[in-house]
């Protein structure tokens, strides 16, 4: 059974400009949650999607934003980016989120911002 | 708001030592789940245990065991007789609300040396 799937692994950018991270989640799985790490704040929750709606959001500005595919798959994207958006970020997916399930994550996709 | 303590940022041991890492948690439901993680130098967060918060009973995987106090908040993780392989940094989490969000703790980075 495949795992979950981050492309890119690692991407470069600049400030001021946009990306897009997509994550294809274990098949069967409905639920996608997003995080952000970093050395300084850790692991941090940005979202969580579920039949294609945002069901839960942490505490991120509005240019971090996602949506969730029919087949589940998802995508991240973060416009205007700053020097501190570079993080690697972390997908995750569960059959249907509950509290109870393990998230099972993908590789992360590396961002740095120049 | 739940919270989760992992007051060991780095522990180092040499190979076939015994080494526990703790985990202390805040939370104010009734009915929660607490997970351990571990993340090897590749970045992908793999899932080692679950615990509810109804089931106290300890668990032995192996060279793995698990401390769950309700009493203390504590759920703390044991490796027996470490290896070189176990070196990664390791994650406690608390399962919050009905949905899929994680909240993590700093994470204690263990290294096993030969």
């Known amino acids: 059974k495949a795992g979950v799937t981050q492309t890119p692994r690692y991407l470069i950018k600049t400030r001021g400009q946009q990306v897009t991270l997509s994550c294809s989640p274990i098949?069967?799985?409905?639920?996608v949650s997003w995080y952000q790490q970093t050395p300084g704040q850790g692991l941090q929750f940005l979202f969580e999607?579920?039949?294609?709606?945002?069901?839960n959001k942490g505490n991120f500005p509005g240019r971090f934003s996602g949506r969730q595919f029919s087949n589940s798959r998802s995508e991240m994207n973060v416009s205007t980016l700053e020097l501190g958006d570079s993080a690697l970020y972390l997908c995750?997916?569960?059959?249907?989120?509950?509290?109870?399930?393990?998230?099972?994550f993908g590789d992360g996709t590396r961002l740095s911002i120049l | 708001a739940q919270k989760v303590t992992q007051a060991q940022t780095e522990i180092s041991v040499v190979e076939k030592e015994d080494v526990t890492l703790d985990c202390v948690y805040e939370?104010?439901?009734?009915?929660?789940?607490l997970f351990w993680y571990k993340q090897p130098p590749s970045g992908e967060l793999v899932f080692l245990i679950r615990?509810?918060?109804?089931?106290?009973q300890n668990e032995i995987s192996g060279r793995y065991s698990w401390n769950f106090q309700k009493s203390t908040s504590s759920f703390n993780f044991t490796i027996t007789a470490s290896q070189v392989v176990d070196s990664a940094v390791y994650f406690c989490?608390?399962?919050?609300?009905?949905?899929?969000?994680?909240?993590f703790g700093q994470g204690t980075t263990l290294q096993v040396k030969p």
């Open positions: 995750a997916s569960s059959l249907d989120g509950g509290r109870d399930q393990p998230q099972h």
């Open positions: 098949s069967g799985h409905r639920s």
């Open positions: 999607y579920f039949s294609e709606t945002q069901r």
């Open positions: 939370t104010r439901d009734t009915t929660y789940y």
């Open positions: 615990r509810n918060s109804f089931d106290e």
């Open positions: 989490a608390h399962g919050s609300g009905n949905t899929g969000k994680l909240i």
